[in-house]
């Protein structure tokens, strides 16, 4: 499995990334996908609306649903999502593991300490877990 992501696209999020810190950042990929490979051509920035949003992440109810139809209305599939961890690994937390929805799904996280590193995940519903994947920049 894996995740085909443009440079540019990653070092955008790099960069939100280390912007957004101490808080968590968050967006949407748009793109193609399938059971094992997912290729973003687009990513839409979020407002982070949790409660805590230095250890958690929530998309904007109204804002995820612009970004949904823009997807649509460009021909594009929901890729995934994708969020930093400012001082964590880039692995899915536990309340990473309780919010995910979106199966087969790519969620991609940023890490900011202890090092630089974005890895992404596979949201597997039926087994109720994250699978990694490859990350493949273009």
């Known amino acids: 499995m894996a995740i085909e992501l443009p440079a540019a696209t990653c070092d955008a999020i790099v960069a939100d990334a280390r912007e957004g810190a101490p808080e968590e950042i ?18 839409y920035p ?30 594009e599939e929901i890729v995934g999502f994708y969020h930093s961890h400012p001082r964590g690994p880039p692995e899915p937390s536990e309340t ?5 929805a979106w199966p087969d799904r790519s969620y991609v996280i940023v890490s900011l300490e202890p090092a630089l590193e974005v890895r992404s995940w596979r949201w597997r519903e039926g087994e109720g877990a994250f699978e990694r994947e490859d990350v493949v920049l273009d």
Do not use: K, M
């Open 96 to 100: 990473d593991v309780e919010a995910a």
């Open 46 to 75: 979020t407002r982070n609306a949790a409660e805590h949003p230095l250890n958690r992440y929530r998309i904007d109810p109204e804002e995820q649903l612009a970004v949904f139809e823009r997807l649509e209305g460009r021909g």
């Open 26 to 43: 968050c967006g949407v990929f748009g793109g193609t996908f399938d059971d094992e490979r997912s290729r973003v051509r687009s990513h």
